[in-house]
């Protein structure tokens, strides 16, 4: 695929993620993630707490709690439950990943992320890179 072409699917793509975030009840950030393999997109996700769970995502002073899934982590974990798979695929996401699930996303067999804003410990990132892992920060997905 041509690069302008990709550039456009990408930011489709980003936009679609963005729209998921706002499922989220989390209060402090909504995130959310697509996962795309063989043009087709095969899992979705958001930040959010576990099924079952009350989806108050923060306590009393405004903290995160410990088991609220990030969005990459929801979607890789509905991939899972299906009959389909991360190999080779593509991850998009508004928030570029933390440590914990840029692990995971390297696990999963995902080839490629592209995301929109920076997390403030980019670590992930770096970990990915050094993995083999394409990234791609794509800060504007404006329509042109």
Not at 2 to 23: G, N, T
Not at 58 to 66: F, I, K, R, S
Not at 116 to 127: E, R, W
Request: aromatic share 8%; proline share 1%; charged share 25%.
């Amino acid at each position: 695929m041509d690069k302008s072409k990709q550039l456009r699917y990408d930011m489709a793509y980003l936009r679609l993620a963005l729209s998921w975030a706002s499922l989220s009840h989390c209060s402090r950030k909504k995130v959310g993630a697509i996962i795309v393999k063989d043009s087709m997109i095969i899992s979705d996700g958001y930040n959010g707490t576990p099924s079952g769970f009350d989806n108050c995502c923060e306590n009393d002073l405004g903290e995160t709690h410990w088991y609220v899934l990030h969005a990459e982590a929801n979607a890789i974990l509905k991939v899972a439950k299906s009959s389909n798979n991360c190999k080779g695929s593509t991850l998009y996401v508004t928030l570029s990943p933390c440590k914990d699930c840029s692990k995971l996303i390297l696990q999963a067999g995902i080839k490629r992320v592209v995301f929109q804003k920076a997390y403030k410990d980019v670590s992930g990132v770096d970990f990915l890179i050094s993995s083999g892992v394409e990234v791609q920060q794509i800060e504007s997905i404006d329509e042109e």
